[in-house]
């Protein structure tokens, strides 16, 4: 998967192309384009972009975007959803109905939802669209300059935990962030022309955030002061000043390739790009098609177990028929409990040596039986579900799960919830588990019943 970000900066288009191999991450390009009448950076782009599977993504600037923190006090997430938005129009500066909601939830007590709401109106997202328009960009990704640096942040820090600051500057946008292990706290627009930027900004954040004033500043964008930006990394044959001149653009790249719950997409609903459309309905109806094509090739294979099931069933109830035969219809008193006695001990072993027949658990089964599983949907959710049973005509299901939790300790209490022995799981054979987080693989069989 690859990912192209776009931003202007100045007179100037800056683009990273940045490509994902399992957990790595390559940058590709880097490359500036002065902004003229005639400018096709997709188009000046071809020969790189060609036969890749590439994700565009531009940026909102900070001015377009609003971030607020709300405090939820109730009980359930559910119901933090439902009453954020009326709680959101007295933080927003515009009507809620012009606007499009981001929300992150977290829970910070028994009672208490701390809410990180991101916001912005729906115009502005169109107006940003149009903006792209001349130049034949149509970005499948649309998120903002908060986020930009915020994965930036943790990329350049190499996921190592801890706080920083990021003063961005350019001739179109002055704005500072607070990161803290990657994770936005605060982002606040600087006015044109103020000086001694940092010292304005340590005193915001150090009234809300004490602990922000031992977190470094890093200094980002065309017109960043070097002398006082900490010393980075380089990255592969990219310097720090490299990284820091292309801040935005690498950062919106590794958010189009994160996806993930921190992401914020505004091409949503109504502004999903109409190539995106096309592809979700394709995908529908390759996935109708594939159903139909397997439930006919399956068809055959369930009526032959089907066929073995009943004939299992007919011969148990034959077998119990010769044995009801045997019972005299009447019996003194005295031989009663003789006579129970040895029915019962012909009933075990029929049951011992032939049962009625086993069967399947159904698909229904299955899922009722994995959504019983003590998580909810945001810590762990169900990504693909393959259920199966070999064709050699054995009754016993297999299951493929892909899942995605939020973090591996959920992951780890799945994986026990799987080896439950009260479970419908057979333990008797290997549980696979596969780990690459946040996505885990199980292949387990379930047993008959």
Same mark, same amino acid.
């Given at each position: 998967?690859?990912?192209?970000g776009?931003?202007?900066e100045d007179?100037?288009?800056k683009?990273a192309? %940045?490509r994902?191999?399992?957990?790595e991450? %390559?940058?590709?390009?880097?490359?500036?384009?002065?902004?003229?009448a005639?400018l096709?950076?997709l188009?000046?782009?071809h020969?790189i972009? %060609?036969?890749?599977?590439v994700?565009?993504?531009?940026?909102l600037?900070?001015?377009?975007t609003?971030?607020r923190?709300?405090?939820l006090?109730?009980?359930t997430k559910r119901g933090?959803?439902?009453v954020?938005?009326?709680?959101?129009e007295?933080v927003?500066?515009?009507?809620?109905?012009?606007a499009?909601?981001?929300p992150?939830?977290?829970k910070?007590?028994?009672?208490?939802?701390?809410?990180?709401?991101?916001?912005?109106?729906?115009?502005?997202?169109?107006e940003h669209?149009?903006?792209?328009?001349?130049?034949?960009?149509d970005?499948?990704?649309?998120s903002?300059?908060?986020?930009?640096?915020?994965?930036?942040?943790?990329f350049?820090?190499?996921?190592?935990?801890?706080s920083c600051?990021?003063?961005?500057t350019?001739?179109r946008?002055r704005?500072?962030a607070?990161?803290?292990n990657?994770?936005?706290?605060?982002?606040q627009?600087?006015?044109?022309?103020?000086?001694?930027e940092?010292?304005?900004a340590?005193?915001?954040?150090e009234?809300k955030f004490p602990?922000?004033?031992?977190a470094?500043?890093?200094?980002?964008?065309?017109s960043?002061?070097?002398?006082?930006?900490?010393t980075?990394?380089?990255?592969?044959?990219?310097?720090?000043?490299h990284?820091?001149e292309?801040?935005?653009?690498?950062?919106?790249s590794?958010?189009?390739?994160?996806?993930?719950r921190?992401?914020?997409?505004?091409?949503?609903?109504?502004?999903?790009?109409?190539?995106?459309?096309?592809?979700r309905?394709?995908?529908r109806?390759?996935l109708?098609?594939?159903s139909?094509?397997?439930?006919?090739?399956?068809g055959?294979i369930?009526?032959?177990?089907?066929s073995?099931?009943?004939k299992?069933?007919l011969?148990?109830?034959?077998?119990?028929?010769?044995?009801l035969?045997?019972?005299?219809?009447?019996?003194?008193n005295e031989d009663?409990s003789?006579?129970?006695?040895?029915?019962?001990?012909?009933?075990?072993?029929?049951?011992r040596?032939?049962?009625?027949g086993?069967?399947?658990p159904?698909?229904s089964?299955?899922?009722?039986?994995?959504g019983s599983?003590?998580?909810?949907?945001?810590?762990?959710?169900?990504?693909?579900f393959?259920y199966?049973?070999?064709?050699?005509?054995?009754?016993?299901?297999e299951?493929?799960?892909?899942?995605?939790?939020e973090?591996?300790?959920?992951?780890?209490?799945?994986h026990?919830?799987?080896k439950?022995?009260?479970g419908p799981v057979?333990?008797?054979?290997e549980i696979l588990?596969?780990?690459?987080?946040?996505?885990?693989?199980?292949q387990?069989f379930?047993?008959?019943?």
């Amino acid at each position: 998967m690859y990912a192209l970000g776009l931003h202007f900066e100045d007179d100037h288009l800056k683009v990273a192309l %940045v490509r994902r191999h399992g957990k790595e991450i %390559v940058i590709e390009l880097l490359r500036s384009f002065f902004i003229d009448a005639n400018l096709r950076p997709l188009e000046l782009l071809h020969p790189i972009l %060609v036969g890749k599977n590439v994700r565009t993504i531009t940026a909102l600037s900070s001015q377009e975007t609003v971030f607020r923190e709300i405090t939820l006090h109730i009980r359930t997430k559910r119901g933090a959803l439902s009453v954020l938005p009326f709680q959101a129009e007295a933080v927003l500066p515009f009507p809620k109905e012009e606007a499009f909601l981001f929300p992150f939830l977290e829970k910070v007590g028994k009672t208490t939802f701390q809410a990180r709401l991101f916001a912005a109106r729906k115009k502005k997202i169109e107006e940003h669209l149009q903006e792209w328009t001349p130049l034949g960009v149509d970005p499948s990704f649309v998120s903002g300059v908060p986020q930009a640096l915020a994965r930036w942040a943790q990329f350049v820090k190499k996921g190592h935990i801890g706080s920083c600051k990021v003063l961005y500057t350019s001739s179109r946008e002055r704005c500072f962030a607070l990161i803290e292990n990657g994770k936005l706290l605060s982002c606040q627009i600087l006015p044109p022309g103020s000086l001694n930027e940092c010292e304005r900004a340590d005193h915001f954040l150090e009234q809300k955030f004490p602990h922000s004033s031992h977190a470094p500043w890093i200094k980002v964008g065309s017109s960043k002061n070097e002398e006082s930006a900490p010393t980075l990394a380089p990255f592969g044959s990219y310097s720090a000043k490299h990284l820091q001149e292309y801040a935005i653009p690498l950062g919106l790249s590794l958010e189009a390739l994160s996806n993930d719950r921190k992401s914020v997409q505004w091409r949503s609903g109504p502004l999903v790009p109409k190539h995106l459309v096309r592809a979700r309905k394709k995908m529908r109806w390759l996935l109708t098609a594939g159903s139909l094509i397997l439930a006919i090739l399956l068809g055959p294979i369930g009526h032959v177990a089907l066929s073995k099931q009943e004939k299992a069933l007919l011969f148990g109830l034959q077998e119990l028929a010769e044995i009801l035969e045997e019972v005299p219809t009447t019996v003194e008193n005295e031989d009663f409990s003789n006579c129970l006695y040895d029915l019962e001990k012909e009933i075990q072993q029929l049951n011992r040596a032939k049962k009625f027949g086993t069967f399947s658990p159904k698909v229904s089964s299955a899922l009722a039986w994995l959504g019983s599983a003590p998580f909810s949907p945001e810590d762990l959710s169900l990504q693909k579900f393959r259920y199966s049973i070999p064709s050699t005509g054995a009754i016993q299901v297999e299951l493929q799960l892909e899942l995605q939790a939020e973090t591996q300790e959920i992951a780890k209490q799945f994986h026990s919830f799987l080896k439950d022995i009260n479970g419908p799981v057979d333990l008797n054979r290997e549980i696979l588990w596969v780990e690459d987080p946040p996505f885990y693989q199980a292949q387990l069989f379930l047993k008959p019943i």
